[in-house]
């Protein structure tokens, strides 16, 4: 197990690099990101979990990283928008005008594209289970619900579900 | 040579790729390791004394620079009446106001300092409802009204009460409309305060350089109000103080006041000018900077029995919280388009801003709006249901039209409003109107659809203005340099547009300059009242000729022809009948050289500029005037799914048709007024301020304040009309605000008519639902 009491070296694992950094037990993930890295893509919101501008992926999966201990990272892949890398998700964000004031994009780009890696096929209510985790409040929704569904196998669900 | 429109065309915006790769930055995604943090301790009262402040403990804390309370440097702000200290002094008048800031090394140092403050308060009684402001011996939430100064002109406080404001509508003959009126009807309305919630919380930076310059890094939408303010505020010289502003994470109007920034240079010249930082929480941007108005009126009116209404008596209470800020402009908005979009001979409107011990408030989307537009396409609905008649009907049959008066008696044109009409026909066919309104579907559950028409106009200083400055590049292309900031919708891109349709070029040869500096860039009023498009475009208009003008003089000169021979293409100036002749920009722009090295010309630079006009002061007995250049007119619907058992509901549709004389951009244009319904209807169902009993606002993290969530949103479909307002860019005018305007009243209609009862308060919850038809008590079965 790993003890650290004060500013420590410790080496996370960022958009595919190992970054050396100095954290302190009690830093959260969102600031060291962004003060240590220098990776300002994930927003604070709320610092609470409820907004969703701060998400990033952990090992795949989206995490809120206003949630997050620093600690908590080590050994673990750590994926933020600017290691997207021209993910589908992000030309189809701005092809559907999935966005205003982009302060809410990253994160909304993180979770929809974490749910085309995971649930590939996802139904309506997976979407919208998955991305209730996140507020925009700029664009009515509609626009970032085109954008994932572009992006989503809907071939094979239209064939799994008979559904259009 | 073929013509390329520019205009209505879907231009991807300028920073797309920097929004979705992280690459866009905002004000709080700088930072520098010299720079320091401020907190703010904030009041835990909504009305008390503040007998004492002790703030050794917090000083003498490791990491502290500075502790500052109201007695530092203590002024009073305010852009219409001076009364709010930026850091309270003597005693605190709402939830959340600044009692003391505390600078530190870290934020965590500053967050363990302000918990070492201790403040003695001595409570005072809270006025906790616009009803308590308003009692003849109400408390005085500022016992020095009177000797408040106002440095705005038509601002009319009441010493001696909570008034801060008051706006007189009296157009026509009160007697003669009621005597005309065959049906009367009345009726009282309420809507809470609510919060803009941008995503990104209000955030400064400042520091003061040693020749005296003060920088202001901020997230605002103003930052030449910023400049301005702080300038009179702390007698600095205009020219010393430059404001910063890159891209910004959401307005709604929240970041038109300064407030954040007064705190940062405070903090700054605390601590010798060293740069301080100031971020809002959410909690504190929630209670502590200014939120939206609350509103509570009584209208009456009446109507001919063919449904042509003939009077209008109305009065509004804005409740606009501790502070003036911006409210009173914001009853003076409600007074002077109180009518909608009808035409009503005769009106008597009394609108007030009173304050009460609520946070205070500023600008928010639709600028009052969206609050009388709820009250009175309310009253539409109801006079419709007494006279027997379609809703629909009803509003065609008083639209307003050219010849018609507004209530400040400003004169309507076709131009200056739009085609409502059109709009309400169009809403018609995409609704299917002329089905059931009301229909129960199988399983019980009830399908209802209402409506609502609206109009909005500006509420400027008569002298608000905009300029634009264009500099080429040695590669043929335009800089465009104006102070819009992008706090969301796409202007500085719609602005570019313009530049290109007007320079017939390609919109990717235009580079904006994203980010404003009060320095660098020209002035622009504020980023406010939809009037971006209007007010800058035009000034980019007026640039663009300017700049066409020098390129045909010098081409003229290098081509040895008229300047008027000349026209102006893909970035070169060529013979109008013989295009082969020709000189590019790049040849021109820095002077142009002949062969033999000798040089004519210079560098080519652009300025454009636009004022209002015609615009006067409102007159204070009759509130004869005229406030904003012109109208924008729409219609909207909404079609839910009510379910009589459990008292909920689901969002269906919503629909708007709006009347935007040109659009430039259609899909901006239709994000945009989507993202304006989507806040109506939040307003409509959920979003609300809840003071406890003492003034304590309850709901301050986006746990306990609601929005509305991805998957919640109905379908909506958005649809323009085109007429052409002629002294709008291209025959373009305002709509980045409207969306919200008519959603809670069509909502309203829509779940009183399913419901079967009248809704008048927004939000109405599932709760309010269940207790309006059961009187609150649970069903045992």
């Not at chain 1, 300002?40 to 969703?52: F, L, Y």
């Not at chain 2, 003076?332 to 909608?340: E, L, P, R, T």
């Not at chain 2, 500099?471 to 043929?476: A, R, S």
């Amino acid at each position: 197990m790993l003890e650290i009491s004060d500013s420590t070296i410790i080496t996370l694992n960022v958009n595919g690099k190992d970054r050396k950094i100095v954290a302190k037990p009690s830093d959260i993930l969102l600031h060291t990101l962004r003060k240590e890295l220098g990776l300002t893509g994930a927003k604070p919101g709320c610092e609470n979990g409820d907004c969703g501008a701060c998400t990033i992926l952990v090992d795949d999966w989206p995490i809120k990283s206003c949630l997050m201990l620093t600690v908590e990272a080590i050994g673990k892949r750590i994926l933020t928008v600017e290691g997207l890398n021209d993910a589908p998700i992000q030309q189809a964000f701005v092809e559907n005008w999935g966005f205003q004031c982009g302060y809410c994009t990253s994160g909304f780009l993180m979770v929809c594209h974490s749910l085309s890696k995971i649930h590939p096929n996802a139904d309506e209510q997976t979407i919208q289970n998955w991305l209730q985790s996140n507020l925009c409040r700029c664009t009515s929704y509609d626009e970032i619900e085109n954008a994932i569904k572009s992006i989503l196998k809907w071939e094979v669900y239209y064939e799994r579900t008979g559904r259009k | 040579m073929d013509h390329i429109p520019r205009i209505k065309v879907n231009t991807l915006r300028k920073e797309a790729w920097d929004k979705v790769t992280g690459a866009a930055k905002y004000n709080g995604d700088i930072h520098t390791p010299d720079t320091l943090y401020a907190k703010m301790l904030t009041s835990t009262h909504a009305h008390a004394s503040i007998k004492s402040i002790d703030t050794s403990d917090a000083e003498n804390l490791d990491g502290v620079h500075a502790v500052i309370t109201g007695d530092y440097i203590p002024v009073l702000s305010g852009s219409l009446i001076k009364d709010k200290p930026p850091i309270a002094r003597n005693k605190v008048r709402y939830f959340g106001e600044p009692i003391a800031v505390v600078v530190a090394s870290s934020k965590e140092k500053a967050m363990q300092a302000i918990k070492l403050i201790k403040v003695d308060y001595d409570p005072l009684p809270v006025v906790n409802s616009i009803a308590n402001s308003i009692k003849s011996d109400a408390t005085l939430i500022h016992e020095s009204l009177g000797s408040y100064d106002c440095p705005a002109k038509n601002v009319y406080p009441k010493p001696g009460s909570n008034i801060a404001h008051h706006t007189k509508i009296r157009k026509g003959n009160m007697n003669k409309g009621w005597a005309e009126s065959d049906v009367v009807i009345e009726s009282k309305f309420k809507i809470p305060q609510s919060d803009h919630l941008a995503m990104e919380t209000r955030n400064s930076r400042a520091k003061i350089l040693p020749d005296g310059n003060v920088i202001i890094y901020t997230s605002s939408q103003a930052p030449f109000a910023v400049r301005k303010n702080l300038s009179e505020l702390y007698n600095i010289p205009e020219g010393n103080v430059i404001v910063r502003v890159p891209l910004v994470g959401g307005a709604f109007g929240g970041k038109a006041t300064v407030q954040t920034e007064y705190i940062a240079y405070l903090a700054s010249k605390a601590v010798g000018g060293q740069m301080v930082e100031v971020m809002n929480s959410r909690e504190e941007d929630i209670s502590t900077s200014p939120c939206k108005i609350g509103l509570e009126a009584q209208l009456k009116i009446g109507a001919t029995k063919a449904g042509i209404i003939k009077a209008l008596e109305c009065i509004y209470y804005a409740d606009n919280g501790a502070y003036a800020s911006t409210g009173p402009r914001m009853a003076k908005a409600i007074a002077s388009d109180c009518s909608g979009p009808y035409n009503i001979e005769n009106i008597h409107c009394d609108s007030f801003a009173v304050y009460t011990n609520h946070t205070y408030v500023t600008s928010y989307r639709g600028f009052g709006h969206a609050e009388f537009t709820f009250c009175m396409e309310r009253m539409m609905d109801k006079l419709a249901a007494s006279l027997q008649m379609d809703p629909i009907e009803l509003r065609l049959k008083n639209a307003i039209s050219p010849g018609d008066l507004s209530p400040t008696q400003s004169k309507i044109t076709l131009s200056n409003t739009g085609n409502l009409t059109d709009c309400i026909l169009r809403l018609k066919e995409l609704t299917n109107w002329q089905e059931d309104r009301v229909v129960k579907m199988d399983n019980g559950m009830i399908r209802a659809k209402g409506m609502s028409c609206f109009w909005k106009t500006s509420t400027s200083p008569t002298d608000a203005s905009s300029g634009v400055i264009l500099t080429l590049n040695t590669d043929g292309s335009i800089n465009l340099n104006c102070s819009a900031v992008e706090i969301g919708p796409g202007m500085k891109t719609t602005l570019a547009q313009i530049l290109a349709e007007k320079m017939k070029m390609d919109v990717e040869k235009i580079h904006v300059v994203m980010n404003v500096d009060t320095q660098v860039s020209p002035n622009h009023w504020k980023t406010v009242a939809s009037m971006t498009t209007f007010m800058v475009g035009n000034a980019v208009i007026r640039a663009a000729e300017d700049l066409i003008y020098q390129l045909r003089s010098i081409a003229s000169v290098v081509l040895r022809c008229p300047p008027d021979d000349l026209d102006i293409k893909d970035q070169k100036i060529y013979l109008r009948d013989r295009p082969e002749i020709y000189v590019s920009f790049k040849n021109v722009v820095y002077g142009y050289m002949y062969p033999d090295g000798t040089c004519i010309g210079g560098q080519i630079i652009g300025r454009g500029s636009y004022i209002m006009r015609h615009l006067k002061t409102l007159d204070k007995e009759t509130g004869k005037g005229k406030t904003g250049a012109s109208w924008t007119v729409g219609a909207q619907a909404v079609e839910i799914e009510y379910d009589p058992k459990r008292y909920t509901y689901r969002l269906l549709k919503a629909i708007t048709v709006i009347d935007v004389g040109k659009v430039i951009n259609p899909k901006t244009a239709t994000g945009l007024i989507m993202g304006g319904m989507s806040m109506g209807l939040g307003l409509a169902t959920r979003e609300e301020f809840l003071y406890d009993d003492v003034g304590v606002l309850e709901d301050t993290s986006l746990r306990t304040y609601k929005l509305i969530r991805f998957g919640e949103h109905p379908q909506y479909i958005v649809d323009f009309i085109e007429t052409p307002q002629s002294d709008g860019p291209f025959g373009a005018r305002g709509m980045g605000e409207h969306g919200i305007l008519g959603m809670p009243a069509a909502f309203a209609n829509a779940i009183s008519l399913a419901a079967k009862a009248e809704f008048d308060m927004i939000p109405i919850s599932p709760e309010l639902i269940w207790k309006t038809k059961t009187g609150g008590k649970y069903d045992p079965i």
